[in-house]
């Protein structure tokens, strides 16, 4: 009875909590924007072309990251 308690105790549980699905959400948002500072006339008004892409850029390459980062702690959730 204890070694099937043991074991039981030694499995990380494998489901998806707030924490990912709001990083999923993030990370939507972030090549959302990263889409509309050049694709999009929206922020032309307010801002120059020079710094819709370099926002654009620094969104994107956010994004990645994020993503990078999601990866590999889902790879570590699964182990």
Do not use: C, H
């Not at 990083?23 to 072309?49: C, D, R």
């Amino acid at each position: 009875m204890q070694n099937n308690e043991n074991i039981e105790q030694k499995r990380p549980k494998k489901k998806w909590n707030f924490g990912y699905i709001f990083s999923l959400i993030m990370l939507a948002i972030y090549f959302g924007m990263a889409y509309l500072l050049v694709f999009s006339e929206l922020f032309a008004a307010k801002f120059g072309a020079t710094m819709r892409y370099t926002f654009a850029v620094i969104f994107a390459l956010y994004a990645i990251f994020r993503s990078y980062r999601i990866i590999q702690d889902f790879k570590n959730l699964s182990k």
